[in-house]
Structure formats: structure tokens, C-alpha cells
């Protein structure tokens, strides 16, 4: 299993331009989730997803789109990109049943200029 | 409002002594709380849970306790190491929803 993968590892976006971070996961996980991180604030939900088809809002979740059409991808969609943004993306993934245990890929370090 | 915090950003100790991370939250009950280990660069890992009903919970180096009372969880890591240096979060689960939060972390360094 290649686990939580996310792409891009580095992105540099001007200020209103769109991108989607991806993230894949190839464990069957129904549970997956968007966390952002910044210093000295620790992780951050964005959005998360209970299984395919259903997503709901975490804490901070204006000015990103999620869907979740498969149970596999969950992309997350900046949708005119702010300064504000400038963050470390983390997408995690939780066995079924099992949102007590969460995975975590890589991260996407996103700079908006 | 609700809040989890982890008292120390940073905390320095001597190889060989024992590392004491401490979590407070308020204003939620979790059925349940999480440690994590995050190196730098990299996606956080997790390393335990202990759920409302357990006192304590072991794993090799590593010891976690939890208070439902005081809203407090303590992580140790006795014997510990160089290799031990690494920013470690605690999370919950808000029982309200489907969520789950963590705290900003502590940055600890083991000197040897």
C-alpha cells in the first residue's frame, strides 16, 4: 500500500488563482480529512468526509471546496487563493470505523504570493 | 469556548530523564485522546490512544494517563533519547461531531 499520498509537495500560487491539492488514499479508509498548519497553531480541519459523497466543515473551512466522489480521492479546491492561505495542507485518512486512528500524508506546502 | 492546549511550546530535558507533556482541554468531552509524534517535514504519526474509561495507557517508552476530572492528559517518555527530539501533538474527538482536534504541539529536544 502506498498509505496517504498528497501532491504537490510545493506549490507557489499568486494571489486569486485556483489550484486543488490532491490527496489519495489506497487503504478502503471511509474516513478522510484536510488539516492546515501554521506555526504555532497547530493542525487546523478544514473539511472532512465520512464516506463517499459526504463531506462537512471543520473549523476553518472559507475559501476551500471539497468533494468526495470516490472512496479513494479527496481533493481539496482553493478556489481564488489569498495570502492568508500560506500554509502547510495535510490530508489524513481513518480505517473504518476507526476515526480513533488517523494516517497522515506528507503535506503540501503552499505559498500565496 | 471550547480549547486544547498544550502548556509548553518547547521543552529541553537530559537523555536519560523523563519527558512530561501535558494536554488541558475545556468546554468538550471526548469519548476519547490522541498523541502524535511530528518530525520536522513530515506528516504527523500516530503513537497512542487512551479512551475516557482508562487511567493510563503503555507502550514501550511511552506512557500516557488520562484525567477526565481535571480535562488533563500527561505523555511520558521515560529513559528518553536523542532520537525521542520531535514535536508531539495531542488530539481529541469532539463528540459533537464527526471531528477531530489537536492542540499546537510541543517542541521537545533531548540533549545528550
Known amino acids: 500500500n502506498a498509505g496517504v499520498t498528497q501532491t504537490p509537495k510545493f506549490q507557489v500560487l499568486k494571489t486569486g488563482q485556483s489550484m486543488t491539492l490532491q490527496c489519495a488514499q489506497d487503504m478502503n479508509h471511509e474516513y478522510m480529512s484536510w488539516y492546515r498548519q501554521d506555526p504555532g497553531m497547530g493542525l487546523r480541519l478544514i473539511h472532512y468526509?465520512?464516506?463517499?459523497?459526504?463531506?462537512d466543515q471543520g473549523e476553518v473551512p472559507n475559501g476551500y471546496n471539497v468533494s468526495r466522489s470516490t472512496t479513494e480521492d479527496f481533493p481539496l479546491r482553493l478556489l481564488s487563493a489569498a495570502p492568508s492561505q500560506t500554509s502547510v495542507y495535510f490530508c489524513?485518512?481513518?480505517?473504518?470505523?476507526?476515526?480513533?486512528?488517523?494516517?497522515f500524508g506528507p503535506g503540501t506546502r503552499l505559498t500565496v504570493l | 469556548s471550547q480549547k486544547i492546549e498544550q502548556n509548553s511550546e518547547a521543552l529541553n530535558i537530559q537523555e536519560g530523564k523523563t519527558a512530561t507533556l501535558t494536554c488541558n482541554y475545556t468546554?468538550?468531552?471526548?469519548?476519547?485522546l490522541q498523541w502524535y509524534r511530528q518530525d520536522p517535514g513530515r506528516g504527523p504519526v500516530f503513537l497512542l490512544l487512551?479512551?475516557?474509561?482508562?487511567k493510563e495507557k503503555r507502550k514501550e517508552r511511552l506512557k500516557v494517563t488520562f484525567d477526565t476530572t481535571l480535562k488533563q492528559s500527561l505523555f511520558h517518555i521515560t529513559a528518553s533519547q536523542p532520537a525521542d527530539s520531535a514535536t508531539y501533538l495531542c488530539?481529541?474527538?469532539?463528540?459533537?461531531?464527526?471531528?477531530?482536534?489537536f492542540g499546537s504541539g510541543t517542541r521537545l529536544s533531548i540533549r545528550p
Open positions: 468526509s465520512v464516506g463517499a459523497g459526504i463531506t
Open positions: 489524513a485518512s481513518s480505517p473504518p470505523g476507526r476515526t480513533d486512528t488517523q494516517y
Open positions: 487512551i479512551r475516557e474509561n482508562e
Open positions: 468546554n468538550y468531552s471526548p469519548a476519547y
Open positions: 488530539a481529541l474527538d469532539d463528540s459533537s461531531a464527526s471531528k477531530i482536534i
